[in-house]
């Protein structure tokens, strides 16, 4: 009786190792094979496709005074005020981008700034703008039509200094402009010409 017992323990562990022998044969078995950009699992037949790299692009930096030209339009009077666009060019070869108030002065023929600097309309909130090149951004000067609130005019200036939003160096763009009734702002700028 005792004999028997071992004989089956035995047997049960030959049984056994056989199983694992099969088991690991045939995972040796299963072959991987590999074609361009996928890899497929030949005991699975599973397969996965790798994904095609991708490209980033950097976003437009910042338009750079060296890359926008001036243009002072034609004045619109309207109910007592006096309003002028102020238009920037870029005239660089990649897109930019402009956003915010420009820093803007009315000069005399000797570059001398007359009156103070233009302040910020409350009338528009600044906006990102981009800018391709040769598309065109603008700003709103804005005083009174003459001395109607009993303020003088100021001597009529020239040229208008231009400081780009964000920009250390200004643009300085013929055409006269008079500042009146101690009233001189502009818009934030904003797309297009302004006319």
Excluded: W
Excluded at 5 to 19: E, W
Excluded at 57 to 84: E, I, K
Excluded at 98 to 104: K, N, Q, S
Excluded at 130 to 153: E, I, M, Y
């Amino acid at each position: 009786m005792r004999t028997l017992r071992i004989a089956g323990l035995f047997a049960a562990g030959l049984i056994l190792l056989a199983a694992c022998g099969n088991s690991s044969s045939e995972s040796s078995d299963a072959t991987t094979t590999s074609t361009e950009g996928s890899t497929t699992t030949a005991a699975t037949g599973s397969s996965t496709t790798a994904k095609p790299a991708t490209t980033t692009t950097a976003a437009p930096s910042r338009c750079a005074t060296a890359n926008l030209t001036g243009v002072l339009g034609p004045a619109n009077p309207g109910a007592g005020n006096l309003y002028q666009p102020l238009t920037l060019t870029n005239k660089g070869t990649s897109p930019c981008v402009i956003e915010g108030f420009p820093g803007v002065s009315v000069l005399d023929a000797a570059g001398k700034e007359i009156g103070p600097a233009a302040t910020k309309s409350t009338t528009t909130a600044p906006s990102k703008v981009t800018l391709a090149p040769g598309s065109q951004a603008s700003t709103v000067l804005h005083t009174l039509n003459g001395p109607l609130n009993g303020q003088p005019c100021l001597a009529k200036g020239v040229s208008i200094r231009v400081y780009p939003p964000d920009e250390l160096n200004p643009i300085v763009v013929p055409g006269a402009f008079e500042i009146c009734g101690n009233i001189f702002d502009v818009t934030a700028m904003a797309a297009g010409t302004g006319d």
